[in-house]
């Protein structure tokens, strides 16, 4: 029998945690033909989210844990969930029930008949305000207009990857990481399941604005250099405005002489071109702190325990 990992990462889901583990049994019951390992990877959770865990596991051994040393967040969540992943196929799914584990039987079909990555893409949004779909939207359009690989739109973490999927994605130990844009990046062959998203079924949401634009900079980031070359040209551009107008001043100042008026024009002109110096300046940062962090080398993630025990030797994970 085929076995089929879930991976579900979670931080502070302990209200959630009992609804979702009897839906998956309701799922993963209809299914006989294949076995089912419950992978939950808890990102440094504050609550009972490891203690529930562990009730889990008393009783039910396809329910596997990986608690992590502190919270590294989701994206680092998921590649520790995918090097401890047991599975010749892993589903991957938020803990919070907003996507329905309804629609991984049919993700199997599709897996079955060759698909490599089976992703659910949202036809509907509910429980999400206007501002956030609106922006969500935006960005998904700039996105895919700038990097050099296809990005799917509307589609989260929510999809099933066959095993050569998972190794390859295995292999990108980046620090600063977009597994959004990863999923394209590996290619192979996909199909896509639409779905109406449901509101979460318990507890708060973790992403605040502030987080869901640092996830943009990252996703624009990873996986284009435009930015890098919109400064470029943009400084091109205005250097060749400066340059015009210089002479356009010379010119003047021959035929008609000197004067002192034109202060305002000239702060205009200054503090136009010192805040696109700034911004281009900010964007090569950005760019630098990436290959600052990535030049340290640092392992993505600790483990504390694994099911039942304690780490006590420090594996470092590779593909």
Not at 23 to 30: C, F
Not at 116 to 135: C, H, I, N, P, Q
Not at 156 to 180: C, H, I, N, S, W
Not at 273 to 293: A, H, K, T, V, W
């Amino acid at each position: 029998m085929k076995l089929v990992t879930i991976l579900i990462p979670a931080y502070n889901e302990e209200d959630v945690l009992g609804q979702l583990y009897e839906r998956l049994n309701s799922v993963t019951g209809e299914l006989p033909d294949y076995e089912f390992e419950y992978l939950f990877i808890n990102d440094g959770s504050k609550d009972r989210t490891l203690d529930i865990l562990k009730e889990f596991r008393a009783s039910d051994k396809r329910v596997s844990f990986v608690d992590l040393s502190r919270n590294f967040g989701k994206e680092t969540a998921m590649i520790a969930g995918l090097d401890y992943a047991k599975g010749d196929a892993v589903v991957i799914i938020d803990a919070d029930l907003q996507d329905p584990p309804e629609l991984i039987p049919e993700m199997i079909q599709y897996w079955e008949e060759g698909y490599d990555d089976v992703y659910a893409k949202r036809r509907s949004r509910e429980g999400e305000t206007f501002l956030k779909k609106f922006t969500s939207k935006k960005f998904y359009q700039l996105l895919k207009k700038m990097a050099s690989v296809p990005i799917q739109e509307d589609t989260g973490d929510f999809r099933l990857l066959d095993r050569r999927a998972v190794e390859a994605l295995r292999m990108l130990r980046e620090t600063q990481r977009y597994t959004k844009g990863m999923f394209s990046w590996i290619g192979y062959n996909k199909k896509e399941i639409e779905f109406d998203r449901d509101p979460r079924a318990a507890g708060e949401t973790k992403w605040n604005y502030f987080k869901l634009i640092n996830l943009a900079i990252e996703g624009i980031t990873s996986f284009t250099t435009g930015p890098l070359r919109l400064s470029a040209i943009i400084g091109s551009i205005v250097s060749l405005c400066a340059f015009i107008f210089m002479i356009w001043v010379f010119i003047k100042t021959l035929v008609i002489g000197a004067d002192v008026s034109g202060y305002p024009s000239l702060m205009i002109v200054i503090l136009f071109l010192g805040g696109i110096q700034l911004l281009s300046l900010g964007i090569i940062g950005e760019y630098l702190g990436r290959i600052f962090n990535e030049t340290k080398r640092r392992p993505l993630y600790f483990v504390d325990e694994y099911n039942d025990d304690k780490v006590r030797e420090i594996e470092h994970k590779k593909c």
